[in-house]
C-alpha cells in the first residue's frame, strides 16, 4: 500500500548497511521501520545534548542566594 509519508534515500558503506540489516532481522522488523527507529533515537540523542549544553550555560549563572528552596517551589 502507498504512503504519502515522505521518504529519503540514502546510499550507506557495506559494513553500515550489513549491521542496520542484522538489527532489523534480530528485531523482525523491515530495514526502512529500523533505520526509522535508529533516526528517531539519533535526534533523541541531540535534542538530548542540545538541553544539556542549555542547562549547563544556565547552572553557571544560578545565584544560590537567588534560587527558590523545595518547599517554597512545591
Known amino acids: 500500500m502507498p504512503t504519502k509519508n515522505p521518504r529519503i534515500n540514502v546510499v550507506l558503506e557495506e ?5 542496520i540489516k542484522q538489527l532489523a532481522k534480530r ?3 523491515s530495514l526502512s521501520l529500523k533505520v526509522r527507529d535508529l533516526v ?4 533523541e ?5 542540545a538541553l544539556s549544553a542549555i542547562a549547563e550555560e544556565r ?9 527558590l ?3 517554597e517551589v512545591w
Open 15 to 19: 559494513p553500515l548497511y550489513t549491521a
Open 27 to 29: 528485531d523482525k522488523v
Open 40 to 43: 528517531k533515537e539519533a535526534l
Open 45 to 49: 540523542i541531540e535534542e538530548d545534548v
Open 59 to 67: 547552572d553557571k549563572t544560578l545565584s544560590n542566594a537567588a534560587a
Open 69 to 71: 528552596k523545595h518547599d
